[in-house]
């Protein structure tokens, strides 16, 4: 299974981005597909996740802010980020897991810099 990530770039504080990740292999529609982030000097957290039946759970810092989303056709799980704030500023990696977590792949990251 092989993640890749994109979209990442220089914003301004305000603005908007959005980030995709398309998978390669089969098991993407029973997949649990997750973005997590990692800011310098900070642990790597957990942003959003979506199950294969679309629930979808967020961090509270971006609740209102970012979506998430998947389309099983494509193999791709988006985040849609708005109101950037200079905090969000993160290398941004997907994650698929299935099994009940069993197995677990990562995408290479992305970076998202957002000027105040």
């Known amino acids: 299974v092989q993640l890749q990530a994109s979209g990442g770039g220089l914003v301004q504080a305000g603005e908007s981005l959005r980030l995709s990740c398309a998978t390669s292999?089969?098991?993407?529609?029973?997949?649990?597909m997750g973005w997590y982030r990692q800011a310098p000097g900070k642990q790597r957290e957990l942003v959003a996740a979506?199950?294969?039946?679309?629930?979808?759970s967020y961090a509270d810092a971006v609740k209102g802010r970012f979506t998430i989303s998947r389309d099983n056709d494509k193999n791709t799980v988006y985040l849609q980020m708005n109101s950037l704030r200079s905090d969000d500023t993160a290398v941004y990696y997907c994650?698929?897991?299935?099994?009940?977590?069993?197995?677990?792949?990562w995408g290479q990251g992305t970076l998202v810099t957002v000027s105040s």
């Open positions: 979506i199950t294969n039946g679309l629930s979808t």
């Open positions: 994650n698929l897991r299935y099994g009940s977590s069993r197995y677990e792949y």
């Open positions: 292999g089969s098991i993407f529609s029973i997949a649990v």
